[in-house]
Structure formats: C-alpha cells, structure tokens
C-alpha cells in the first residue's frame, strides 16, 4: 500500500497481566506506527481483547509500560486514555440501547465540548451553540456510514450488523488518533463484512486514523492489514506482514494444533 | 346484592351528591401525591443515571430533614441552614461515590442495590446519632393557612409543596433530555465500561447524581418534616414511592408526578367512597394493590422505556 506510515504512535513493552493463576498476557511488545492498521490475531483465548482493555485503560497491567504518542504509563484511568485520543469498540456490542443513534453518537462527542458544566446545564447561549456546532460533526458521521435513515431509533432496536456500524460512529465521534477495534466484523453476514471493511479502510485513509482491530476472519485480516501480531497463550509468537505472518511455522502450528511431545 | 350496591352503586352516587365535596377530596389527594412524587423523584433520578435502585433514598430524606433541624436548633439562620444542608448532601454523594460507588464498577445492578440497603441503614443510624431520634419540629415559615376557593378548602402549605414540585420537575426534565451531561447520565446509566470509553468521567457523574438526588431528598424531607414533623417514621415514606414508580416507571421523570398524582387522588378517593364497604382505612393499602395491577399488565409502568431484550 502507497501509504505513508509515518512515525511510532503506540508501543507496548513487556506487558504482562494474570487473574488468579492464569497468565492472560505474559511478556506482551509490539509497536503501532502512525496511520497503520495492525491486526491482533491468535485463538480463542489467546489474550486479545486483554491486550485491547491494556491499551485503553480498562486494565492495569501489572508489568510492562505503554508508551502512546511518546508519553510512556504504567496505569491509566480510561476515561484520560479517552482524552489522549483512544477510542474503542466493543466485541460484545457495548451502545447505550434505549438513546437513539443520534445520540448514542453524540456521547462520543463528549470530550469535544469545551464549555463548563453551568452552560452546560442552562443549555443556552454558548452551550447551545456548540452543542450545534457537534451536532454538524455528528452529521458528517452519519453520512460517511451510511446511516441516515436510522438517526432516530433507539439503538436497542435495530439489527445486529447496524448496532456494530452505530458503535464505530460513536467511536469516530471522538476524533481518535488510535482506533481499537474489537472484532468489527464478528457475527455479520459476507455482505456487511465487506462493508465494515469499507469504512475501515476510508477512515483510515480519510481520517489518517491508526487502526489496531482483532478479528477471527483471516481473509478480512490479511486483506486490509498492514501487520500481523499472532497471540498464543498470552504470548506473542509472530509479528509481520500478513504474508510473512501466514508462513510463519509457529502461526500454523498454533492455529492447527501440534502434538508437543 | 347489597354487595354490590356498596361497591358500584353508591359511591357514584356519592360524588354526584356533592361535587364540591369531591372536588376537595381530589385536590387534596392531588396535593398529596406531589409529596410522593417528590420523594419518588429522587429515586428516578438514580436510577436513570446509574441503573441503580436506591434503596436508601427514604433514608437520605430522613438524613438531610434531621440535619437541617439539627443545624436550626443549633441557631443557625434558616438560609445557611438549607445552604449547609445541600453542601452535607454533597459531601455525603461524594463520601458514597468514594466508600461504595467506586469498588461496585461494572457490577451487577442487583450488587449496588444491595450495597444501598447497607447504606439505608448506616444512614438511618448515622443521622440519629449524630442529631438524636426526638420528634422535631420543621418550621422554615412557609405559610400553613387555609382558604375557601369557590367553596372549595384548600390549604397554603400543600399549594406550595405543588409549586416547588413543578418547579423541580421541569427543571430535572429539561436537564436529563435536553442538556450534554444529561446525556452522558443515560449513557453511564445503560452501559459503564462503553461510558468510560467515551470519555465520560464516570466518577464525577456518579457525585453530581447523588448530590442531585441528596437536594431532592432534601426538598422532599423540608415538605413531608414541615407537615408531619421530623422524625424516624420519614424513611418510611420511601415505601410509599414504590407504588408510585411502578405506575409511572423507573425510568421516567414525568411519569414519577403523575404516578405520585395518580397513587394520591387513587387513594383518597378509594377511602372516602369505598372505605366503607371495606370497613375504613383503605389508604394504607390501595397504592399497593394498584401497583400490583400494574405490575400484572403494564410492568414497565405508563412512561418507563420498555426494554427489548435480544437472545
């Protein structure tokens, strides 16, 4: 791809979590690069969506740093991670089901809103200005996903393939500089994966977005990734391109099984 | 078929006695279901924002009454006494937010109502130390006066509670629908973890709820202390409310009034016409068997969201 893939945005060092006795996570590196699309891919179980919660806040690792845009942490609340530019989707669709899609998408416009909580309140003069203002960006969302006709119903109500497009609206809301993706395309027909494909590759070509997603296809995978990671077991086992990564002996033996004796 | 005379006949015939009479009767239910309402409203305004049932809310009208009071006997002037009063309610959302809220993250909805019935009582006990458990008198000087209106009683003190109802519940209607942190509320109210991933700081929505509510609960305890004095009985009245949101829904503002309004007259009118085919005092049960209609036909309420759920 003619890309330009510019400088190191995230990088992930040593990192390491457990619940109990088991190892989600054991030693975890890699780096994402500015305008990338990185998958995550291994079996089920492998310490994916683990890795994801990592980079987003939602865990603390207990070893290892993550150094995103320079900054490097240790531990970090979500709700900052959110500030600094991560957004995120959910594999278990996570909308907010009885608000409309509107406003399921405005939510995301929350960081954006600068006046202080009084204005807020009173939801007037300038408050009510900028609320229009977001209400434009939301819009121009809407549009680019293709979901104009469903601005009003409750999310709650409309089908599976849409909740998934709903939630990357609310995502891109945010105007992230880092997107993780949790298996986008889990559940959907042949149809909707190409679509979802579609608004990947435009918001990451359009937007300049970094891209990190986890998905079980590998035909999706190795068609709109830049690189691979391979999880097993909570370790990595192979990084590369999705050609390099599909030849690796390690990723074949993980994914078919190999007797280890 | 004397039976049957008591319970369909009469009572109509009753009213249509004397209309000015039961116009009293429906006003008076009216103006005491705005007391419901009230207290009800502070339910509502937790549970819509962080899918919790508060159990507590009687106990935190009970707590903010006996603080105003205890601040009052202590001389301290009526208006820093309710100013005092609010910030002790705001201290106490952000002392739960930082003891409870905060370690129940992302659980089970059923796991924070438990904690709020351990709260009800820490609450209950708290109070009573701290300003002891005498009945005491609640007087902020509003007017308890009555007046004939076309021959129709009413009474200053229950038009105020009216007033201060509206006034309360078009604001946090306004607020909840119309506004930013409105939205964010319903968004950590239907989903915590996609809440944080927005952004939204889950902690300082969860202080700014529960001091919302510690102000209702407040509104509610000057109301309901001023009319029946302060005292232990106060957290009972929290037992009332749950009629009230079953029939107006858990979810919805507007629907915790007209509940209240509905459970009000229902009741009034349920013990002046047809007490006495039951033997009198149907008041204390009449809201109870109308919720349980309710939640027969209707559980969602009249203006609860109905929640589809997919398997």
New interface residues.
């Given amino acids: 791809m003619a890309r330009n893939i510019g400088e190191v945005l995230l990088n992930v060092e040593g990192i390491s979590i457990s619940f109990g006795g088991v190892k989600a996570l054991d030693g975890v590196s890699f780096d994402v690069k500015e305008h990338e699309i990185l998958a995550i891919i291994g079996p089920n179980g492998a310490g994916k969506s683990s890795m994801l919660n990592c980079i987003n806040g939602f865990y603390h690792p207990q070893e290892g740093m993550i150094t995103f845009k320079g900054k490097p942490r240790h531990h970090m609340l979500t709700h900052e991670a959110a500030k600094q530019g991560i957004a995120r989707t959910f594999q278990n669709i996570a909308l907010f089901k009885g608000m409309s899609t509107l406003d399921n998408i405005m939510t995301g416009r929350n960081l954006k809103m600068k006046k202080n909580l009084l204005w807020q309140a009173l939801y007037f003069g300038p408050a009510l200005t900028e609320e229009l203002e977001h209400r434009t960006k939301v819009e121009e969302i809407i549009d680019f996903l293709e979901i104009e006709a469903i601005r009003k119903t409750p999310v709650g109500k409309l089908p599976y393939g849409l909740q998934k497009r709903v939630e990357l609206g609310r995502a891109l809301a945010a105007e992230p500089d880092l997107l993780l993706l949790d298996e986008p395309m889990a559940g959907m027909n042949h149809e909707e994966k190409e679509d979802m494909c579609r608004y990947i590759l435009d918001v990451n070509d359009e937007f300049g977005t970094t891209i990190v997603l986890i998905e079980h296809d590998m035909s999706v995978v190795m068609d709109i990734s830049d690189r691979v990671v391979v999880l097993d077991y909570g370790r990595k086992i192979a990084t590369g391109t999705p050609d390099e990564v599909r030849a690796n002996q390690d990723v074949i033996d993980a994914y078919l099984g190999v007797s280890h004796d | 078929m004397e039976l049957l005379n008591i319970l369909f006949v009469a009572p109509f015939l009753d009213m249509a006695d004397s209309p000015v009479f039961f116009a009293e009767v429906v006003i008076t239910g009216l103006l005491t279901g705005i007391m419901y309402s009230l207290v009800a409203l502070g339910f509502v305004l937790i549970f819509k924002a962080s899918g919790v049932f508060n159990f507590a809310q009687g106990a935190m009208v009970l707590f903010a009454a006996l603080t105003l009071v205890g601040l009052m006997e202590r001389g301290v002037p009526i208006p820093l006494a309710l100013v005092g009063t609010v910030l002790v309610m705001i201290a106490l959302a952000m002392l739960i937010e930082r003891m409870m809220l905060r370690h129940l993250v992302n659980q089970e909805g059923i796991i924070l109502f438990m904690a709020t019935i351990g709260l009800n009582f820490l609450l209950e006990g708290a109070g009573q130390i701290a300003w002891g458990s005498n009945v005491k008198v609640l007087d902020i000087g509003i007017p308890d006066q009555s007046f004939e209106v076309y021959g129709i009683l009413l009474n200053q003190f229950d038009l105020f509670a009216a007033g201060t109802g509206a006034v309360l519940v078009t604001t946090l209607a ?2 909840f629908q ?4 409105g ?2 509320l ?2 950590v ?3 915590h ?10 902690k300082t929505i969860w202080v700014i709820v529960w001091s919302v509510s510690g102000i209702v609960a407040l509104v509610a305890g000057i109301m309901w202390g001023a009319k029946s004095g302060v005292q232990f009985s106060l957290s009972l009245i929290a037992l009332k409310a749950l009629p009230v949101l079953i029939l107006g829904g858990f ?1 919805s503002v507007p629907g915790a009034i007209i509940g209240g309004l509905i459970i009000g007259v229902g009741e009034k009118i349920a013990e002046i016409y047809w007490g006495p085919a039951f033997g009198g005092a149907i008041e204390g049960w009449f809201a109870y068997m109308l919720a349980l209609a309710f939640l027969m036909f209707r559980p969602q309420g009249l203006f609860g ?1 109905k ?2 759920e997919r398997v």
Avoid at chain 2, 193 to 202: D, E, F, K, R, T
């Fill in positions: 306004v607020f119309k506004t930013t942190i939205r964010a319903r968004a109210a239907d989903d973890q996609a809440a944080l991933s927005v952004g939204i700081p889950l979810t969201e929640i589809i």
